[in-house]
Every structure is written in C-alpha cells, then in structure tokens.
C-alpha cells in the first residue's frame, strides 16, 4: 500500500528554520506530483506549496514564498520542505501528499501522518 511519512518536524524559535522530509513507498515516485499542506489549530486545511514530478514547476502559498522551498530526490523517493525566517504563524501540522492534480487545484491521491511544527515567538 502507498505511505508517505513524514519527519523532520519540532518547535524551533521565530527566525530559526527547520527541514521537513517525506518518504514515499508503494508508488511510482517520479510519477507523481508532491505537495505539502499545513493545518492549524482550529482552522482548515492550507496549501503550502507543490512540485511537478520533474521539478519543473514549483507553487507556492504566498505566505511562504522566499521562506519555504520545495525540492526532491526521485532516486531516494524523498520530497523536502526547506523552511527559513519561520514565524509564530507557521505554527501546524504539516502534511506531505501525492497526485497527479496537486499543482492544478490542489487535490491528492495519498496523504502522510502530519509532523508538527510548532514556533515560539
């Protein structure tokens, strides 16, 4: 069966910066779009940010354009999330996913556990 797990997540103090990394198995890696999403406490599901199965288009939220990059290892089945300058504000849970629509309207096929991230200020 597909799973994607994630790691890399924590509390971290407003400025400093965290790497997040989702491992996927039971899927054709390189053939999928992947995506991460965060929700916070008492709010919906967010996109974050998504990238192509080449990584030759990449989206992000504007809220973390210039904080946040994206990028993957398709011989290590591994998406990233490269998360700098983070702010009280990013404080979720945030979820790797994987589909061949994530970039066009930000739907999944498969969906990871959720790490934490929680920043203090």
């Known amino acids: 069966q597909v799973q994607l797990v994630e790691s890399g997540g924590g509390l971290v103090q407003a400025g400093g910066s965290l790497r997040l990394s989702c491992a996927a198995s039971g899927l054709t890696f390189s053939m999928y779009s992947m995506g991460w999403f965060r929700q916070a406490p008492g709010k919906g599901r967010e996109f974050v940010a998504a990238i192509t199965w080449s990584g030759g288009r990449i989206l992000y939220t504007d809220s973390v354009k210039d904080r946040f990059t994206i990028s993957r290892d398709n011989a290590k089945n591994t998406v990233y999330l490269q998360m700098n300058s983070l702010k009280p504000e990013d404080t979720a849970v945030y979820y790797c996913?994987?589909?061949?629509?994530?970039?066009?309207?930000?739907?999944?096929?498969?969906w990871g556990q959720g790490t934490q991230v929680t920043v203090s200020s």
């Open positions: 996913a994987a589909g061949a629509r994530v970039l066009a309207d930000r739907s999944a096929d498969y």
